[in-house]
């Protein structure tokens, strides 16, 4: 058994001996590793590791809350000793519960090898990551900080219902910022990957990425303000799932911070946009087997052809809307209750490939960076972003474009959408293909 599952087992009976009837514990154990290198030697090298217990404690229809990092029985029964006292000072919700034990079906996200390989070679997959980059081109003259991280972390809920659960994942990233020159201007470019088994990690492609959006950039131009179809990279499409998946969450409509808050069953977008979150889906970072309360996640439909189904619930925010919670209720750390939020939220992909639906655009921008995503207002959901990428002529790639910027609202543009492609991709827990977008106003 583990021991944080021991942990939350014994904090969840220390008061129940108190005279608690409600109560449960959430631990979690956190290692990571983080390398970065700059011209083939070691700029940084992190490791760090957490334990902690978080306690919530339910009495006469009042919430308690409490956490820390000192495990000792004296820490836990601190910790519910406070949570007791936060119980009698907090206003009275009949909508905060506790699960029940439920069946739900493991995953296996949890790479049994990774502990076994030397950090000397981790350190090499970085400068692989790096070395890849500069071998791309000529015209790359910088790479800035290659990085490879690691996470492993370990979960236990246990409850005065019987529930205990208990289980692994573990993550690795890579990513690098290649400088690509020529005739005196500079480009950037990003690469970037993540999976949950070190061996499935490609330094290569990872290097090559970066280079290649660096050196495609080279010679860009401005164009004239126009309205034409933009076509979105992947990596761009998940930054906009960004902007919106907060919306779709029970606790965003609740707290009237949602555009999509009045919404159900009517068409917030065009029909062959379909929007999921799964946390069952093992190419997102944030897969597990259940949220942290111990809901069993799976597969939420949020659009369908178009048509907003409904919104991503914790317990709670599902007691206030008469609804089953969804496997949504998600905790920042130990430290944060949880709340609504998205898992691993994607655009369904369709069947074209992304090239094909390049080919099929007789003038428009292929957009493959964007900056100031965190200013689209989530409330009206309107937007103005600068955006850089590469101007499509006849179906082909006609030469780089930056110094413009894209405006409109996040419905308009989503009912906009005209063609979704088949090569998902996910960029942490944000998944997109590539989708091509009508009659969007571009600012030269």
Same mark, same amino acid.
């Not at 997109?432 to 009508?438: E, G, H, I, L, N």
């Given at each position: 058994?583990?021991?944080? &599952? ?8 220390i ?8 109560? #449960? ?8 590793l ?5 011209? /083939?030697?070691? #700029?940084?090298?992190?490791?760090? #590791? #957490? ?7 339910l009495?006469? /229809?009042?919430? %308690? ?14 910790a ?6 936060i ?9 905060y519960s506790?699960? +029940? ?6 995953? +296996? &996200? ?24 500069r071998?791309? +081109? ?21 409850? !005065?219902?019987? &529930? ?16 690509a ?5 500079? @480009? ?18 990872? $290097? ?16 004239? !303000? ?5 076509v ?23 707290? %009237?911070?949602?555009?999509f ?57 599902? %007691? ?6 969804? %496997?949504?209720?998600?905790?920042? !750390?130990?430290?944060?209750?949880? @709340?609504?939020?998205p ?7 369709? +069947? ?12 428009? &921008? ?22 850089? $990428?590469?101007?499509? @002529? ?24 005209? @063609? ?20 969007i106003?571009?600012?030269?």
């Open positions: 058994m583990s021991t944080i &599952l021991d942990l939350a087992q014994q904090a969840v009976e008061a129940k001996s108190q005279g608690v009837s409600e109560v #449960e514990a959430y631990s979690s154990q956190v290692a990571e983080e390398v970065e290198v700059s011209d /083939g030697q070691v #700029e940084n090298l992190q490791k760090a #590791e #957490e334990t902690g217990l978080s306690l919530r404690i009495k006469n /229809g009042r919430l %308690g809350f409490a956490y820390t990092n000192d495990l000792s029985r004296q820490g836990l029964e601190r519910v000793q406070e949570a007791i006292e119980t009698q000072v907090v206003p009275e919700d009949r909508f506790f699960p +029940d034990p439920i069946d739900y079906e493991p995953l +296996d &996200l949890l790479d049994r090898e990774y502990s076994r390989v030397p950090v000397e070679e981790k350190i090499e997959l970085a400068k692989e990551i790096e070395a890849a980059a071998a791309y +081109d000529s015209r790359v003259r910088k790479v800035r900080m290659a990085q490879y991280s690691e996470r492993f972390y370990e979960v236990a809920i246990a409850n !005065s219902h019987g &529930l205990a659960i208990f289980y692994q994942v573990t993550g690795f990233s890579g990513s690098t910022m290649a400088v020159e020529a005739d005196g201007v500079s @480009e950037t470019g990003w690469g970037f990957d993540f999976a949950h088994r070190l061996k499935e990690l490609d330094p290569k492609r990872i $290097g090559e990425e970066a280079a290649r959006r660096s050196v495609e950039m080279l010679g860009a131009k401005r164009v004239a !303000s126009q309205k034409a179809d933009i979105l990279d992947p990596v761009v499409g998940a930054e906009f799932l960004g902007v919106i998946a907060p919306a779709l969450t029970g606790e965003a409509v609740q707290k %009237g911070k949602s555009l808050y009045d919404k159900v069953g009517q068409e917030v977008a065009s029909k062959v946009v379909n929007i999921v979150d799964d946390g069952r889906q093992v190419q997102g970072a944030a897969a597990a087997p259940v949220d942290d309360e111990g809901v069993p996640t799976g597969r939420t439909q949020l659009v369908a052809e178009g048509k907003l189904q409904g919104f991503l619930h914790s317990i709670y925010t599902a %007691g206030k809307a008469g609804v089953e919670p969804t %496997g949504n209720g998600l905790r920042s !750390s130990y430290r944060g209750r949880p @709340e609504s939020s898992s691993n939220i994607y655009l369904v992909p369709g +069947d074209k490939g992304g090239e094909q639906i390049i080919s099929e655009v007789q003038k428009g &921008l292929y957009v493959t960076s964007v900056m100031g995503m965190h200013t689209a207002n989530p409330i009206s959901g309107d937007f103005s972003l600068g955006a850089s $990428g590469l101007w499509i @002529e006849n179906g082909e790639i006609a030469y780089p474009v930056r110094g413009v910027a894209i405006a409109g609202n996040i419905v308009s543009f989503l009912k906009s959408v005209v @063609e979704v492609g088949s090569d998902l991709r996910f960029t942490g827990s944000y998944g997109a293909p590539t989708v091509r977008v009508s009659g106003s571009i600012s030269g």
